[in-house]
């Protein structure tokens, strides 16, 4: 079965960097769209990154300018790298084979000093 297994997340500082990454098994990312989605408590899920087959990206006005979606396809692995993080950007990251059931598990982002 497909599998998505997010990871990369953590605790940081205001301003500071992380990278996450979503590894995935039995489908081929570069063959398929694929997206973060993030939930912070009390909110709604939301997007904030997609990148399509072609490479083509996409950002939520939120993150633009701070945050890169990325594949490697030898690795068959997307990355989300997001940078000048801000406590707004705090929740549990979600990496998604767009317009599929197909759902990783979540790694929680903490900003906070």
């Known amino acids: 079965q497909v599998q998505l297994v997010e990871s990369g997340g953590g605790l940081v500082q205001p301003g500071g960097s992380l990278r996450l990454s979503c590894a995935a098994s039995k489908i081929v990312v570069s063959f398929i769209p694929m997206g973060w989605y993030r939930q912070a408590p009390g909110k709604q899920r939301e997007l904030v990154a997609t990148?399509?087959?072609?490479?083509?990206?996409d950002y939520a006005d939120s993150v633009k300018g701070r945050f890169t979606i990325s594949r490697d396809n030898s690795k068959n692995t997307v990355y989300l790298q997001m940078n000048s993080l801000k406590p707004e950007d705090t929740a549990v990251y979600y990496c998604?084979?767009?317009?599929?059931?197909?759902w990783g598990k979540g790694t929680q982002v903490t900003v906070s000093s």
């Open positions: 998604t084979c767009e317009g599929t059931d197909y």
């Open positions: 990148i399509t087959i072609s490479g083509h990206t």
